[in-house]
């Protein structure tokens, strides 16, 4: 498709029940259709009332990914920017609270002329305005709506959906329906009563899916496929089955394995060829037949719900594919890490790392878990809070500065080695107020940093507010903690290391951010490296 042409649309819905992996279909798709040499991008519609998912629990959410731009999104562009490798913007993912604010902002200036604001025309008008935002930039956008179809919040997006297949035609916008078939032990079958339900729901919108996935774990025989096919008026060939995998990253390959894109194309009159995913194959088959493991612990105070922790997940995958070794990640709650005996939980990792948060709650379990990894010279990886972690311990038990810690735990901390930065003093509000998105880092040649990027300058993403306190520096070096990123005017601190240490690493920023499928990042890489080496040295002295 040539560049400045309308793009062609695909809305995904999920039906039946949450969490059937809306995100994954739609990174799945999107990879198929780039490898077939169209310009993908994927935007999230959430239904919910928040502005944004910044100020929500983890536990209740799971993890807050802040793209390049710096705002704080939905874990599922994270899934988009690691199948695809295109960066994503704070234009792809939209709430039902960032358009009502919208609307209501433009109703206050006095912008509808009188007329009544109601949710057709005025909220579906805003909703369909943020679907097509890319529509002369790329040749196909993917447009996942949030929610479950019959959830009342998801009214608005679903109309306004309805409205562009309209406008626009059947050759240019298509719905497809996630759904699932569930199977009942007691008469074992497959029951498509569900599924039938789901798009009849659909169908009182006024949208008729063309496609129809089904989510299952036994697989779907010609009579099913026929019969939910009839039912949902939908064409036998469109009926595509996705089995539980052992990877999400093996989605797209069973997708390709039923021709989903293939289908795709026809319908929206796409003409290319059908794509290769040697590589991508390449990396499924490392991701589920490596020739080595290795046990990492994942220190950290939401461990009950571990998409909170989504992007250090899959990081760890991609890092362990490259280096074809199966890393087992091990979950371990920062509060019994107070409790506990350290050697038990982290005496056998081969590796660990200390993960981001806010508040106190479980902060001296991360604190002495990065004490017990320096002492026992275990592989550390601290990530934004857990570097900040790492300069407490390392402030409290090698400077000798007795009571140090952060400012946002202990205001009257004696050594507030973590503390504000100057213009976060007076901020009041919570939500889309920190250090957020892409900064640079400038690295120091010959650290641990330097030799796992290769290059001198790099761009990463933060999501904080407390920094290295500047007035600790010099004594912190003077023990040994070597800065070895700095931000270009050199005022805050990005990476922190021990030289005598095998591996003791910490990052003010969330470099999971921006792993990739296939590439992984470096220094999970590097990271991984160690642990390996640690692994295979301990298996040397067995």
Partial sequence: MARGKRAKYIFITGGVLSSLGKGITSASLGLLLQQRGYTVTIIKMDPYINVDPGTMNPLQHGEVYVTEDGAETDLDLGHYERFLGVQMTRMNNATTGQIYHTVITKERKGQYLGKTVQVVPHITNEIKRRMTVFDRDYDIVIVE??????????????????????????????????????????????????????????????????????????????????????????????????????????????????????????????????????????????????????????????????????????????????????????????????????????????????????????????????????????????????????????????????????????????????????????????????????????????????????????????????EVNNQYREILQQHGMVFSGLSPDERLVEIIELPGHPWFLGTQFHPEFKSRAVTGHPLFISFVKAALERHQGESDDV
């Fill in 145 to 466: 709506i949030g929610g479950t179809v019959g959830d009342i919040e998801s009214l608005p997006f679903l109309e306004a959906s309805r409205q562009l297949v309209l406008e626009r035609g059947r050759t240019q916008a298509l719905h497809i329906h996630l759904t699932y078939v569930p199977y009942v032990k007691a008469v074992k079958e497959l029951k498509t009563k569900p599924t039938q339900h789901s798009v009849k729901m659909l169908m009182q919108s006024g949208i008729q899916p063309e496609i129809l996935v089904c989510r299952t774990e036994y697989r779907l025989g010609k009579e099913i496929r026929n019969k939910i096919a009839l039912f949902c008026n939908v064409e036998p060939e469109a009926v595509i089955e996705a089995l539980d995998l052992e990877t999400i990253y093996e989605v797209p390959l069973q997708y390709l394995r039923q021709n989903l894109d293939t289908i795709v194309a026809r319908k929206l009159r796409l003409k290319s060829a059908r794509p290769s995913l040697r590589r991508w194959s390449r990396f499924v088959r490392r991701i589920k037949q490596p020739v080595r493991e290795v046990r990492i612990a994942l220190v950290g105070k939401y461990v009950k719900v571990p998409d909170a922790y989504k992007s250090i997940h899959e990081a760890l995958i991609h890092a362990g594919a490259v280096h074809n070794t199966r890393v087992n990640v091990e979950y371990v709650d920062a509060e019994a890490v107070e409790q506990s005996k350290l050697e038990d939980l982290l005496g056998a990792v081969d590796g660990a790392i200390v993960a981001p948060g806010f508040g106190v709650r479980g902060i001296e379990g991360k604190i002495r878990a990065v004490q017990f990894l320096r002492e026992h010279r275990i592989p550390f990886f601290g990530i934004c809070l857990g570097m900040q972690c790492a300069v407490i311990e390392f402030a409290r038990n090698v400077c000798g500065l007795t009571g140090a810690h952060s400012a946002e735990f202990d205001r009257r901390a004696k050594h507030k080695v973590i503390d504000l930065m100057p213009d976060q003093r007076d901020v009041t509000m919570k939500g889309g107020t920190m250090r957020l998105g892409s900064y640079p880092c400038i690295l120091k040649e010959g650290t641990l940093a330097y030799r796992a990027y290769r290059k001198k300058v790099v761009q990463e993403r933060h999501r904080h507010r407390y």
